[in-house]
């Protein structure tokens, strides 16, 4: 089972990742919680930025953000920042005990400007928390009843409730890069390798190379299953790098004197980079087999104005391999470019996907020996949601296909126009490509937008290109 640290860190200056390339590895190191920031109280931040009406800012929570209690505002429904903290949750009773950020804290202190913070919260509050001990995903929640008053805090319970209900009319609108480092890593081969750099920290990876700054990367390598009957020689291997620096894309438009929002939107983005290589007879068939290599998982923080927002990021990278099991060969392909999968809310259309990816390949050598055809493809699976409720589901997969009716042996320069080299007999080809799918989810419904009574698919974006082939 993973743990969840409490930590919810994205430091401004990350620039983030999923998956990222170095000179020796090196795993992201733990987390631990960070100490509560000094927050005003909400009388005291009534008139902060929120009511004045300019748009809310986006932005990675600071280092120092505390596990906040934002409460509703007056003006035009929206919250400001107190100065108390979720001390405690239980998910199945949904009971949690808030208490001011000085009490059972002695590195807090009550929160500055004059007025004190609030000893106690009260029926009709909405808790926006970052993660808490019992709410590693976060906690966005309404105060049904107070239970007691106890030496740590006012004990409560609560029930679910929507963004809507802290964002009011107000409007936010930004892309937030991801930490490398705050991303934990689960290995599910044994030779999975990791390295991601930061400002002020950078670290090497397994091919002697700087990862580029805020940028993660995983290296992996295994054997797969030989076709039957081949030789030794065709032993069969897969290996490679994915290294992504993924954003997180989030808005919100406040739908005036109508319920819920006007405009929303939940995404994640970034940039790609991939190299891998499928060499020998694999024992392919023609429903794809996956490999997963390592899952990742990370809690960032947004600090949307006054409030903390938590998206829950999950990445599965995999190899994954079809074709008819005929074929031996020696395959490799660089691939550069970016993607975009989510959706966007408008209330006169409902929610609609995002599906977007541009890539471009980078020269490629291709060894097709006999008959047969082949597909590889190194992917990753990502899911982003809020404060635990999965909203979108994407899978990015850029693959590289080989065919041949005879005996081929060709190194291409993918799209320079220069003649292949070729010593082969009979027909072949090689191919690159991409394929981008995913589903929006009903979970969506946390912004305060209409319940999805199912799952909208991204759509299938499909695109193949041809690097090389011919007759001969």
């Known amino acids: 089972m993973r743990k969840r640290p409490l930590r919810a860190v994205m430091p401004a200056l990350a620039a983030s990742a999923l998956f990222l390339a170095a000179g020796c590895s090196a795993d992201p190191g733990p987390r631990s919680a960070t100490a509560p920031e000094r927050a005003p109280d909400a009388t005291s931040s009534a008139a902060a930025p929120a009511d004045n009406g300019r748009p809310l800012a986006v932005a990675a929570a600071p280092a120092a953000t505390s596990t906040a209690v934002a409460r509703p505002g007056t003006a035009g429904g929206r919250a400001a920042k107190s100065a108390l903290t979720v001390t405690s949750y239980d998910s199945r009773t949904r009971r949690a005990v808030i208490s001011p950020a ?171 980079t991939s190299r891998w290589a499928l060499k020998g007879r694999a024992a392919a068939s023609a429903q794809p087999v996956r490999l997963p290599f390592a899952k990742l998982h990370a809690d960032p923080v947004l600090q949307v104005g006054p409030i903390p927002v938590v998206v829950n990021l999950d990445l599965t990278c995999y190899f994954q391999i079809s074709g008819d099991g005929r074929v031996t060969v020696d395959i490799e392909q660089d691939l550069k470019g970016d993607f975009d999968a ?66 081929v042996d060709v190194t291409a320069p993918a799209g320079s126009g220069t003649k292949a080299h070729t010593a082969a007999t009979g027909t072949w080809g090689v191919y690159g490509g991409l394929d981008l799918s995913g589903t929006l989810r009903i979970q969506l419904s946390v912004f305060g937008t209409p319940v999805l009574q199912r799952g909208i698919p991204l759509g299938a974006l499909h695109r193949e290109w041809r690097l090389a082939g011919g007759t001969v």
């Open 102 to 272: 000085h009490k059972g804290n002695p590195s807090a202190s009550p929160a500055p400007g004059g007025t004190p913070a609030p000893s106690r919260t009260a029926v009709g509050d909405v808790i926006a928390s970052a993660p808490a001990p019992g709410a590693p995903d976060g906690l966005l929640a309404k105060v049904t009843e107070v239970i007691d008053e106890r030496s740590d805090g006012t004990e409560v319970r609560t029930a679910p409730t929507t963004l809507d209900a802290l964002l009011g009319d107000g409007e936010a609108k930004g892309t937030v890069p991801v930490d490398p480092a705050s991303f934990d890593v689960e290995r599910l081969l044994p030779d999975v390798k990791v390295s991601w750099a930061r400002a002020g920290d950078v670290h090497a990876g397994p091919e002697g190379a700087k990862v580029p700054l805020g940028s993660l990367r995983v290296d992996a390598a295994t054997r797969v299953a030989t076709a039957e009957g081949a030789s030794a020689s065709a032993a069969a291997t897969v290996s490679g790098f994915v290294q992504v620096k993924p954003e997180v894309d989030f808005s919100y438009g406040g739908g005036g004197a109508a319920a819920g929002p006007g405009t929303a939107r939940l995404g994640v983005s970034g940039d790609w």
């Open 342 to 407: 989510g959706g966007t809310y408008d209330s006169a259309r409902g929610w609609t996907p995002v599906n977007e990816s541009h890539m471009a390949s980078t020269p490629v050598h291709a060894l097709v020996t006999t008959a047969g055809g082949v597909k590889a493809a190194l992917g990753a699976q990502a899911t982003v949601g809020l404060y635990g409720a999965v909203g979108v589901t994407a899978d990015l997969a850029p693959y590289l296909r080989g065919e041949a009716a005879g005996t």
